[in-house]
């Protein structure tokens, strides 16, 4: 992608501007460098100081008071499990329903409101001497005492409290941790009214607190809790960033915390290859204080570099840092010293640049630069929000793959956690750097909340959340929060002052949307016709998408047995409870309207189901692809969302459980790298000539020095052809590239429906291929009517090969295992097949697969007589 940008050294986008008034101190890459020179060879590394994990089983119980708690039994108590929750062992212990079943939110949210205690027995670790106990998250108001000695108390769920032990460690310890109960407060002028706004007043993830899906505050010890060895000289967070990308610069900040009298000894630092094969590079310093904090700037060039690449465009490669100080004096076996405990850190790191550039029209005070230069070329930036996984706080490595690789299938290049979670997690960093996905990380604020906010509690979220992230190479901009419609104060002057002093390499955005990004949800809160998001444009989208049913699979997973039957739902049941503000807001309706552009009002459950993502895929797609072919103009696009917190009717394109639903092929087809797509200004143009547009994207230059066809096919409803368009080239293209218009009479649009095929062939192979739906409205469920055709089905391990048998297309064609949608992985699931085509499907199991179609012979709607 090649564009060209007004430059006016005169002027100053709203980036300058924010940053000045934040006034800032230097970033840490400011200070002077000292360029070291790395040899080729792997150091001995000294070890680090022993660590005793205290995750694992503990004792949980409820209520009594601090001095019968601190002496007692606790005959009362019941197991919980750490990391975990509240709610999370109330249900392994039988104590709770499934919270996520039927309307059981509704009995079990009352216990949030309740003291709760754990307690952990643990025996002191040999050879421990100084120590620490550090509590990586705990959900949210608690009180520590170890031994009977109260250690304090602490706010804020994002990591802390931590405690320096000096001699209070014995032989055998008894931990307790008082959770406070969640405060109670009614939202004003909301439709739910169990709404609580509570989290206004401190420092949590919202979206569980009953605004819609959830309803469920979290409490718990919900990340890591261990004690940790003290070294004599610690090195505090350190940060490692990219100079120069290109020539392999790097630069290396190492803050060293030793004795207040001073201290000397060595410093090792290696870089390797993480996710590739190549040599280790090191070097040594001799570092010596005579106060207690030393800070270093070191600067050095990684030879034959490889570039951190978002996904699309190249391979995300990573490096590992290992660093290690080792006090003088500590014997001849390296970490076994008289004099001095050793010290030991690594991290994972990219070398890549990520910079900020005007919109064509060049740099503005009221306009943020959204344009994204990544590694010194400009791109359109392909990409969603990320919503906070789960009220029960199962943020397992396990659960964040299986949602990350369906975002990375999905062709994903940015995730944004937005204001209303939370700062994600070390896993979820960690699997975006790996999967190249960039990171839109926003503090746990909304909706103006950081001016209620409890300030300190918010600084030191925002602090230790910075130097915890800020080496991941997927992490590209902080931003203050969601839709705050002042943004503005001492709390948002903090964060952006914060983004500076510790980081430097990243923007910070005040807030989404500001500054020239939109958010807009006509569709669904506005009940405008889907035709409305065809046509949408905005320099940058932040948010926008239309919520719908999960799976019907997944629906059955939370709707009791005795109301699957009851279709209509009724409005105080189950159906009605699992939408987006538990259907006090008409949200049966709302997903009703949208479902009856493709089904009828006699459609089962099922066909409720389809028909409402049918309208998600439309709401998305088309945006999305107008968005592309707007570049330079329109820089990137966020839909809503990608995951959920809860199983309910949502925006996510993958429910709760992991089921995707049909718009995430769809959406996976309008995000591909080389793709052909057609706009649509209208989906219902019967009876009308019609001139749509064609487009070629080509985001990595798939097509260099290659011939390349692209074909546009329209079928009416007897999937019969009726125009056919071929457009041919050598070589790269300036994407987007328009290749010109399908033009077709009004007597070929006179079809319901009206179905397009868009494909890019290179060197005479299918390199990319999606159809469209259009005219369907005027009779509903025609999509599910066409004529029918036969599909074959062969699997072997990895891949399962779908045959058209048939003498038409197929349409709709999903390859499924029925049972097991949540965990099934296809790398397509709604495609279309030319008669006596065939097609292979990578899958991750071919245990009882089935194949589907709209069009399938023997698929016989509900309402077709």
């Given at each position: 992608m090649k564009t060209v940008f007004k430059q006016d050294q005169n002027r100053k986008s709203l980036d300058d501007v924010d940053r000045e008034s934040y006034r800032a101190g230097p970033p840490p890459v400011d200070s002077p460098a000292e360029q070291v020179i790395l040899s080729r060879e792997t150091m001995l590394h000294a070890g680090a100081p022993p660590l005793l994990s205290l995750d694992g089983d503990w004792r949980m119980a409820e209520a009594g008071q601090d001095s019968d708690r601190l002496g007692s039994e606790w005959v009362d108590a019941i197991p919980a499990r750490v990391p975990g929750s509240v709610h999370a062992a109330l249900v392994e212990a039988d104590r709770i329903p499934d919270p996520t079943v039927s309307t059981n939110q509704k009995i079990v949210r009352g216990e949030s409101f309740k003291t709760w205690w754990f307690k952990k027995v643990f025996d002191k670790p040999e050879g421990m001497a100084a120590s620490k106990l550090v509590f990586d998250g705990v959900c949210n108001r608690c009180t520590i005492w170890l031994n009977g000695k109260k250690l304090g108390e602490h706010e804020g769920m994002f990591g802390g409290p931590e405690f320096d032990l000096e001699d209070l460690l014995r032989e055998r310890n008894t931990l307790l941790v008082k959770l406070e109960p969640i405060p109670f407060t009614p939202a004003k002028g909301h439709s739910n009214p169990e709404n609580n706004s509570s989290w206004r007043k401190t420092v949590v993830f919202n979206n569980v607190y009953g605004w819609h899906y959830s309803n469920l505050p979290s409490l718990g010890i919900w990340r890591s809790v261990r004690v940790q060895g003290t070294p004599t000289v610690s090195i505090a967070d350190p940060f490692i960033a990219a100079a120069d990308a290109g020539k392999g610069l790097v630069d290396l900040v190492v803050r060293c915390l030793g004795p207040a009298g001073g201290w000397s000894g060595t410093l090792t630092a290696t870089v390797e290859p993480e996710t590739f094969d190549g040599e280790a590079y090191s070097f040594e310093k001799e570092l010596a204080s005579r106060k207690q904090e030393l800070v270093k700037h070191y600067r050095f060039g990684v030879p034959e570099p490889r570039l951190w690449w978002p996904a699309d465009l190249g391979e995300p490669d990573l490096y590992r840092l290992k660093l290690s100080f080792e006090p003088d004096g500590s014997g001849q076996a390296r970490g076994v010293g008289n004099r001095g405990i050793p010290e030991h850190q690594e991290t994972v790191f990219g070398i890549r640049t990520v910079e900020m550039a005007p919109l064509p029209e060049g740099p503005a005070p009221e306009w943020y630069d959204w344009t994204f230069v990544i590694n010194a070329t400009p791109r359109f930036i392909k990409g969603t929000n990320w919503c906070t996984m789960d009220p029960l706080m199962n943020f397992s490595r396990e659960r964040y793959e299986r949602f990350i690789t369906l975002a990375a299938l999905q062709h994903i290049q940015m995730l944004r956690p937005w204001g209303s979670g939370m700062p994600e997690t070390d896993d979820f960093y960690d699997l975006c750097d790996r999967k190249g996905i960039m990171v839109l990380q926003e503090w746990p604020t909304a909706w103006d909340s950081h001016r209620d906010q409890p300030y300190h509690v918010l600084e030191e979220t925002v602090r230790r959340n910075t130097l915890r992230l800020r080496n991941h190479p997927a992490l590209v901009m902080y931003g203050a929060g969601n839709e705050s419609p002042n943004p503005f104060g001492k709390a948002i002057d903090m964060m952006g002052r914060l983004a500076v002093e510790l980081d430097g390499t990243r923007p910070f955005h005040r807030?989404?949307?500001?500054?020239?990004?939109?958010?807009?949800?006509d569709c669904y809160w506005g009940r405008q016709h889907l035709d409305h998001n065809l046509n949408m444009t905005a320099p940058f989208f932040g948010e926008f998408g239309l919520a719908c049913m999960p799976p019907h699979e997944s629906v059955c997973r939370y709707l009791p047995e005795e109301e699957r039957a009851l279709w209509p739902p009724p409005e105080d049941g189950t159906f009605a409870y699992h939408t987006p503000k538990f259907n006090t807001d008409d949200d049966v309706s709302r997903l009703t309207q949208y479902a009856r552009y493709f089904v009828p009002k006699d459609c089962s459950l099922e066909e409720f189901a389809v028909g409402s993502q049918l309208s998600q895929a439309v709401g998305i797609r088309h945006t999305l692809e107008r968005a592309r072919t707007r570049w330079p103009h329109c820089t990137g696009a966020l839909y809503y969302k990608m995951n959920d917190n809860f199983p309910a009717a949502s925006w996510s394109c993958v429910d709760w459980y992991g089921a995707p639903k049909i718009g995430h092929y769809i959406l996976q087809d309008a995000f591909a790298p080389l793709h052909a797509c057609i706009l649509f200004r209208t989906l219902n143009f019967a009876g009308t000539p019609a001139k749509l547009p064609v487009f070629l994207l080509d985001d990595a230059d798939e097509l260099r020095d290659v011939d390349w066809t692209v074909t546009v096919r329209g079928f009416n409803a007897a999937l019969q052809p009726i125009q056919e368009q071929k457009h041919t080239g050598h070589g790269s293209v300036n994407s987007p590239l328009r290749l010109g218009d399908f033009a077709l009479?009004?007597?070929?649009?006179?079809?319901t429906p009206?179905?397009?095929?868009?494909?890019v062939k290179k060197s005479g192979g299918v390199i990319d291929r999606t159809f469209y739906?259009?005219?369907?409205?005027?009779?509903?469920?025609?999509?599910?009517?066409?004529?029918?055709?036969?599909?074959?089905?062969?699997?072997?391990?990895?891949?399962?090969?779908v045959a058209n048998t048939g003498e038409l297309p197929a349409v709709g064609v999903s390859v499924e295992r029925p049972g097991h949608a949540d965990t099934f992985t296809a790398s397509d699931g709604c495609f279309w097949l030319d008669p006596a085509e065939q097609k292979s499907v990578e899958v991750d199991s071919i245990q009882g697969l089935s194949v589907n179609a709209w069009n399938l012979q023997g698929r016989r709607p509900s309402w077709w007589r």
């Amino acid at each position: 992608m090649k564009t060209v940008f007004k430059q006016d050294q005169n002027r100053k986008s709203l980036d300058d501007v924010d940053r000045e008034s934040y006034r800032a101190g230097p970033p840490p890459v400011d200070s002077p460098a000292e360029q070291v020179i790395l040899s080729r060879e792997t150091m001995l590394h000294a070890g680090a100081p022993p660590l005793l994990s205290l995750d694992g089983d503990w004792r949980m119980a409820e209520a009594g008071q601090d001095s019968d708690r601190l002496g007692s039994e606790w005959v009362d108590a019941i197991p919980a499990r750490v990391p975990g929750s509240v709610h999370a062992a109330l249900v392994e212990a039988d104590r709770i329903p499934d919270p996520t079943v039927s309307t059981n939110q509704k009995i079990v949210r009352g216990e949030s409101f309740k003291t709760w205690w754990f307690k952990k027995v643990f025996d002191k670790p040999e050879g421990m001497a100084a120590s620490k106990l550090v509590f990586d998250g705990v959900c949210n108001r608690c009180t520590i005492w170890l031994n009977g000695k109260k250690l304090g108390e602490h706010e804020g769920m994002f990591g802390g409290p931590e405690f320096d032990l000096e001699d209070l460690l014995r032989e055998r310890n008894t931990l307790l941790v008082k959770l406070e109960p969640i405060p109670f407060t009614p939202a004003k002028g909301h439709s739910n009214p169990e709404n609580n706004s509570s989290w206004r007043k401190t420092v949590v993830f919202n979206n569980v607190y009953g605004w819609h899906y959830s309803n469920l505050p979290s409490l718990g010890i919900w990340r890591s809790v261990r004690v940790q060895g003290t070294p004599t000289v610690s090195i505090a967070d350190p940060f490692i960033a990219a100079a120069d990308a290109g020539k392999g610069l790097v630069d290396l900040v190492v803050r060293c915390l030793g004795p207040a009298g001073g201290w000397s000894g060595t410093l090792t630092a290696t870089v390797e290859p993480e996710t590739f094969d190549g040599e280790a590079y090191s070097f040594e310093k001799e570092l010596a204080s005579r106060k207690q904090e030393l800070v270093k700037h070191y600067r050095f060039g990684v030879p034959e570099p490889r570039l951190w690449w978002p996904a699309d465009l190249g391979e995300p490669d990573l490096y590992r840092l290992k660093l290690s100080f080792e006090p003088d004096g500590s014997g001849q076996a390296r970490g076994v010293g008289n004099r001095g405990i050793p010290e030991h850190q690594e991290t994972v790191f990219g070398i890549r640049t990520v910079e900020m550039a005007p919109l064509p029209e060049g740099p503005a005070p009221e306009w943020y630069d959204w344009t994204f230069v990544i590694n010194a070329t400009p791109r359109f930036i392909k990409g969603t929000n990320w919503c906070t996984m789960d009220p029960l706080m199962n943020f397992s490595r396990e659960r964040y793959e299986r949602f990350i690789t369906l975002a990375a299938l999905q062709h994903i290049q940015m995730l944004r956690p937005w204001g209303s979670g939370m700062p994600e997690t070390d896993d979820f960093y960690d699997l975006c750097d790996r999967k190249g996905i960039m990171v839109l990380q926003e503090w746990p604020t909304a909706w103006d909340s950081h001016r209620d906010q409890p300030y300190h509690v918010l600084e030191e979220t925002v602090r230790r959340n910075t130097l915890r992230l800020r080496n991941h190479p997927a992490l590209v901009m902080y931003g203050a929060g969601n839709e705050s419609p002042n943004p503005f104060g001492k709390a948002i002057d903090m964060m952006g002052r914060l983004a500076v002093e510790l980081d430097g390499t990243r923007p910070f955005h005040r807030g989404e949307p500001w500054g020239g990004s939109v958010h807009n949800y006509d569709c669904y809160w506005g009940r405008q016709h889907l035709d409305h998001n065809l046509n949408m444009t905005a320099p940058f989208f932040g948010e926008f998408g239309l919520a719908c049913m999960p799976p019907h699979e997944s629906v059955c997973r939370y709707l009791p047995e005795e109301e699957r039957a009851l279709w209509p739902p009724p409005e105080d049941g189950t159906f009605a409870y699992h939408t987006p503000k538990f259907n006090t807001d008409d949200d049966v309706s709302r997903l009703t309207q949208y479902a009856r552009y493709f089904v009828p009002k006699d459609c089962s459950l099922e066909e409720f189901a389809v028909g409402s993502q049918l309208s998600q895929a439309v709401g998305i797609r088309h945006t999305l692809e107008r968005a592309r072919t707007r570049w330079p103009h329109c820089t990137g696009a966020l839909y809503y969302k990608m995951n959920d917190n809860f199983p309910a009717a949502s925006w996510s394109c993958v429910d709760w459980y992991g089921a995707p639903k049909i718009g995430h092929y769809i959406l996976q087809d309008a995000f591909a790298p080389l793709h052909a797509c057609i706009l649509f200004r209208t989906l219902n143009f019967a009876g009308t000539p019609a001139k749509l547009p064609v487009f070629l994207l080509d985001d990595a230059d798939e097509l260099r020095d290659v011939d390349w066809t692209v074909t546009v096919r329209g079928f009416n409803a007897a999937l019969q052809p009726i125009q056919e368009q071929k457009h041919t080239g050598h070589g790269s293209v300036n994407s987007p590239l328009r290749l010109g218009d399908f033009a077709l009479t009004f007597e070929q649009t006179d079809s319901t429906p009206l179905l397009f095929v868009a494909e890019v062939k290179k060197s005479g192979g299918v390199i990319d291929r999606t159809f469209y739906w259009t005219n369907y409205e005027a009779v509903k469920g025609c999509l599910f009517t066409l004529p029918k055709t036969t599909l074959s089905l062969a699997a072997e391990p990895g891949e399962a090969t779908v045959a058209n048998t048939g003498e038409l297309p197929a349409v709709g064609v999903s390859v499924e295992r029925p049972g097991h949608a949540d965990t099934f992985t296809a790398s397509d699931g709604c495609f279309w097949l030319d008669p006596a085509e065939q097609k292979s499907v990578e899958v991750d199991s071919i245990q009882g697969l089935s194949v589907n179609a709209w069009n399938l012979q023997g698929r016989r709607p509900s309402w077709w007589r």
